[in-house]
């Protein structure tokens, strides 16, 4: 019974870190960039060469623990291809003591991004 219980414990751990949204970080619908905020695209880079999104600095999260010392310490806005893959690295980035202000999941889906970024503003 004892094993049973350490089991459920560790799936249930597994899956709040993949599955559960990170509480304090919403979804961006529209948005404009202030200076002082860093747009980081998880997506991987054939996603980002075919769909690119304006000034933004591109990590894929199989390389964020490995780079992240790249990224400046500003607010950051992350760009991901799922959710999974958004909770992974905002719970990383958080850990690493960045500030995670927002998040948009783009799907891969071949069509033209209809993502752009309005520089100096606040966001919406």
Known sequence: MFPFLILIVIIGI????RY????GVSEVISY???????????RDYQSTFNEPISESLN??????KRYYKEIPKRKLLIIATDAI???LAIRFLLRKKF???????IKNNGGENQWNITSKQKIV
């Open 14 to 17: 597994y899956a709040y870190k």
């Open 85 to 87: 893959e958004k909770n």
């Open 32 to 42: 404009s960039i202030e200076e002082d905020v860093v747009v980081l695209d998880l």
């Open 59 to 64: 990590i894929p999260y199989s390389y964020l």
């Open 99 to 105: 500030q995670v202000i927002g998040f948009k999941v």
């Open 20 to 23: 559960v949204p990170v509480f």
